[in-house]
């Protein structure tokens, strides 16, 4: 069946910038939407679509695409970005959505 | 403002059955697909169902499809899932989530989430 792979873990300095991964074959159809998620609380759309922010995103975030991998970019990372990223699209063989296994993002 | 409250989570037996409900406001309920995602503790989400704005279209992932079902009310602004034959690993928490028209649209809002405990 389809799947999704991200790192388990990256870490940044502070200030610094970070790429997240995800790669799947339902990327080279799909496009990802990125989720951020800290303790306790739902996940949040970070990244949808081509490049899209939702409203209230700070423009630190963006994502990008090539082939069968996506990217999650934060540039200029804060302390309060750290927290779980997974990666989602469509299944391109089935009726289905995916998630990644997630990445989690330390803060340095 | 979209706000999405989940409700009907408890401790159930294996084998038994739960209906989660999900009442949507801030939004146009009848115009948007509408998801349920689980995440089992310290693991990460996992998508379950899917059903068309009109219910019309109804998508289950592999997990659990022939026991759970996906349904909804939009003169109640309500999302249901019936869950039957439930095993220890379904237990998580169950979101709900708003989707686009179609399944390709990703979950944008997700609720707080109602936990599900299925454990004899």
């Known amino acids: 069946s389809s799947e999704l792979t991200q790192d388990p873990a990256v870490s940044v300095a502070l200030g610094q910038t970070v790429k997240i991964t995800c790669q799947g074959d339902?990327?080279?159809?799909?496009?990802a939407s990125w989720y951020q998620q800290k303790p306790g609380q739902a996940p949040v759309l970070v990244i949808y679509?081509?490049?899209n922010r939702p409203s209230g995103i700070p423009d630190r975030f963006s994502g990008s695409s090539s082939g069968n991998t996506a990217s999650l970019t934060i540039t200029g990372a804060q302390a309060e970005d750290e927290a779980d990223y997974y990666c989602?699209?469509?299944?391109?063989?089935?009726?289905?959505?995916?998630f990644g296994g997630g990445t989690k993002l330390t803060v340095l | 403002q979209v706000q999405l409250v989940e409700s009907g989570g408890g401790v159930v037996q294996p084998g038994g059955s739960l209906r989660l409900s999900c009442a949507a406001s801030?939004?146009?309920?009848?115009?948007?697909?509408m998801h349920w995602v689980r995440q089992a503790p310290g693991k990460g989400p996992e998508w379950v169902a899917f059903?068309?704005?009109?219910?019309?279209?109804?998508y289950y992932a592999d997990s659990v499809k022939g026991r759970f079902t996906i349904s909804r009310d939009n003169s109640k602004n309500t999302l249901y899932l019936q869950m039957n034959s439930l095993r220890p690993e379904d237990t998580a928490v169950y979101y709900c989530?708003?989707?686009?028209?179609?399944?390709?649209?990703?979950?944008?809002?997700w609720g707080q989430g109602t936990l599900v405990a299925v454990s004899s």
């Open positions: 059903i068309r704005y009109d219910g019309s279209n109804k």
């Open positions: 989530a708003k989707g686009g028209m179609t399944l390709t649209g990703p979950p944008d809002y």
């Open positions: 801030g939004f146009t309920f009848s115009s948007y697909g």
């Open positions: 989602n699209s469509r299944d391109s063989s089935s009726n289905h959505l995916l």
């Open positions: 679509g081509k490049n």
């Open positions: 339902s990327l080279r159809s799909y496009y």
